[in-house]
């Protein structure tokens, strides 16, 4: 049985990873998401087990020690970890999967899977990832400062990723992503052999 894809978005915080994702998955139904645990309070509307895992401190610590993320990241002073054990599940059934990670968990994913669809989500400039951050009202001024000054380094990142998109719409970048999975498809299908090569 051949592997599913599995496909990480990542870019700085702000850039629309979330948005351009729902869309993504709106479009590409045969695509499962990778909820996360997280020891961050839910927000308004979030359910658990279905935007993320809420878990305490201490819980998120058990589940590291235990080694059940494929990688873990402390972002912005709260615990984020994807669980490894439906990506190797989902994976090995045929099945694409998608990670909706911050930049330093796309890198550790890097290490560890190599084979992965790595994209980079990128603003069209820092003034409107600025407005997007702001626009979003779920930061106070001193994070949005700090989240501006993280995302330069970010950015600087961005290269080390297979694939670039620019999110200027929403509707281009997922499109772009529909592009590069299609692609990434028909390359894991290719048999030379079909060709007489
Ligand atoms: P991230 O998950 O990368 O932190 P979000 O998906 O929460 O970012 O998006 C941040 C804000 O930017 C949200 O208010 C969202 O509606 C807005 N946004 C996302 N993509 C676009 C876009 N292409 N054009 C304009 N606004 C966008
Ligand atoms: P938020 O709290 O806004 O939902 O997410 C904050 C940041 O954490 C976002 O950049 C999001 O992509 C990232 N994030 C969500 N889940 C994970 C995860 O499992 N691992 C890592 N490393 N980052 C995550």
Redesign the pocket.
């Known amino acids: 049985m051949k592997k599913g894809l599995l496909i990480v978005v990542s870019?700085?915080?702000?850039?629309?990873?979330?948005?351009?994702?729902?869309e993504l998955l709106a479009r590409e139904r045969g695509v499962a998401f990778s909820v996360s645990a997280t020891s961050r309070t839910p927000r308004e509307g979030e359910q658990d087990g279905r935007e993320y895992y809420f878990r305490t401190r201490t819980e998120f610590e058990t589940m590291i020690a235990e080694g059940a993320f494929l990688e873990y990241a402390d972002v912005y002073g709260n615990y984020y970890g994807t669980p490894l054990a439906p990506i190797e599940a989902r994976r090995s059934a045929g099945e694409d999967i998608l990670l909706?990670i911050d930049t330093q968990g796309a890198l550790n994913v890097m290490e560890r899977c190599p084979d992965g669809t790595f994209i980079f989500?990128l603003p069209p400039s820092l003034e409107?990832l600025r407005?997007?951050?702001t626009?979003?009202?779920?930061e106070s001024k001193e994070s949005l400062a700090r989240r501006l000054a993280a995302a330069r380094d970010e950015i600087r990142l961005g290269r080390r990723y297979r694939y670039a998109v620019l999110?200027?719409?929403?509707e281009?970048?997922a499109a772009q992503i529909q592009t590069i999975l299609a692609a990434e498809r028909l390359r894991a299908d290719m048999n030379p052999s079909q060709f007489d090569i």
Do not use: F, P, Q
């Open positions: 870019g700085a915080s702000g850039t629309g990873k979330g948005t351009v994702c729902k909706e989500l409107e407005r997007r951050i626009g979003r009202g779920t999110n200027d719409t929403v281009n970048a």
